[in-house]
């Protein structure tokens, strides 16, 4: 495959597109939003740190005087927050176009969620499983069709679902928990795009991406947490030595959120050296990533552990009216 040649500004007008970006306030959120409101588009900046999110929307503003944003809490490792945030956007907004499951954390030493899982994967997947799940009526609702876009990673590769030890309680690596939930993004993309087509329900669209090597704020977060020096000098070399932009690695989630070309169920990624940096185009995951009763087990479990169900027959009918 070679590289689509797509930028930033092949980005359609998205003038009265409303877009939720979670972890808007830095790295590849940051990039994205910022991308996003020079299109024209409403970005609901769904963020953990508000007041730092705040700092971010007026360095946008300064650079973009009309961009409209709107800075909300979101933590993606409380439900009380995730359903918070989702009942009042739902007041407050009647459309939603885009959602962009973008936040999440990476090789971190174990911690728990406030309902009490791993926190890589609570927040990773559960997380925006959830979110999408509590939004999923206002996607199908807004006129014209609408996206779900889950930020993944090259690093699913390694990923495999552990159904017997899925919050790392009897034994924990951080890498191995980190493709555990980078794996159950694509899994979930790929699910939801089945039970829509399923259901017959063309107007949504659900697609996965990765931003290949981009040198952000997440990769220091794991050694500064172990208070390891030594990991954060060499990581923060690096990223210097091979690591392309934040900006470049938020491209392949704009192809993903705004091209007229993608089709639901696809996989979006750098098409450069060992898919690390470059243009996006879209790719093939893992063949784990395929297994449809692996991703049919992983969301009956997601909707126990969170509580949150889609209504596909619902949501059906409704289309039909």
């Known amino acids: 495959m070679?590289?689509?040649?797509?930028?930033?500004?092949?980005?359609?007008?998205?003038t009265e597109k409303t877009v939720v970006v979670t972890g808007a306030n830095s790295g590849l959120g940051y990039e994205v939003t910022r991308a996003l409101a020079r299109k024209g588009a409403i970005v609901v900046m769904a963020c953990r740190r508000t007041n730092h999110a705040k700092t971010?929307?007026?360095?946008?503003l300064t650079e973009i005087p009309d961009a409209t944003l709107d800075v909300r809490e979101l933590d993606l490792a409380d439900p009380d927050s995730i359903r918070s945030f989702a009942d009042d956007f739902e007041a407050e907004y009647d459309d939603l176009h885009v959602l962009c499951n973008n936040a999440g954390v990476m090789a971190i030493p174990r911690r728990e969620t406030e309902d009490g899982y791993e926190m890589q994967f609570g927040v990773n997947h559960l997380?925006?499983?959830?979110?999408?799940?509590?939004?999923?009526?206002?996607?199908?609702?807004t006129?014209?069709?609408?996206?779900?876009?889950?930020?993944?990673?090259?690093?699913?590769?390694?990923?495999?679902?552990?159904?017997?030890?899925?919050?790392g309680e009897q034994e924990y690596d951080k890498w191995d928990a980190y493709g555990q939930s980078k794996l159950a993004n694509v899994l979930f993309a790929y699910e939801l795009d089945r039970r829509l087509d399923e259901a017959s329900i063309d107007g949504v669209l659900s697609l996965a991406c990765h931003p290949g090597y981009a040198s952000t704020n997440l990769q220091r977060r794991g050694p500064e947490q172990e208070g390891s020096r030594l990991r954060l000098w060499m990581m923060r070399l690096v990223n210097a030595v091979f690591a392309q932009s934040a900006e470049r690695g938020a491209l392949p989630m704009l192809y993903a959120a705004t091209d007229e070309d993608v089709m639901g169920g696809e996989y979006v990624g750098p098409g450069g050296l060992m898919n690390m940096r470059g243009l996006p185009e879209i790719q093939p995951s893992s063949?784990?990533?395929y297994d449809e009763q692996m991703a049919d087990r992983l969301w009956k479990i997601s909707s126990d552990l969170t509580g949150?169900?889609?209504?596909?027959a619902q949501a059906k009918t409704a289309d039909d009216d």
């Open 2 to 14: 070679t590289d689509t040649g797509w930028t930033a500004e092949r980005m359609p007008d998205m």
């Open 56 to 60: 971010v929307k007026g360095r946008i």
């Open 127 to 141: 997380g925006h499983f959830a979110l999408t799940g509590l939004l999923f009526d206002r996607l199908l609702e």
């Open 143 to 167: 006129r014209g069709e609408t996206r779900v876009v889950t930020q993944s990673s090259g690093v699913h590769e390694r990923g495999d679902i552990n159904f017997e030890d899925l919050h």
């Open 287 to 289: 063949d784990r990533s």
């Open 308 to 312: 949150v169900t889609y209504d596909f």
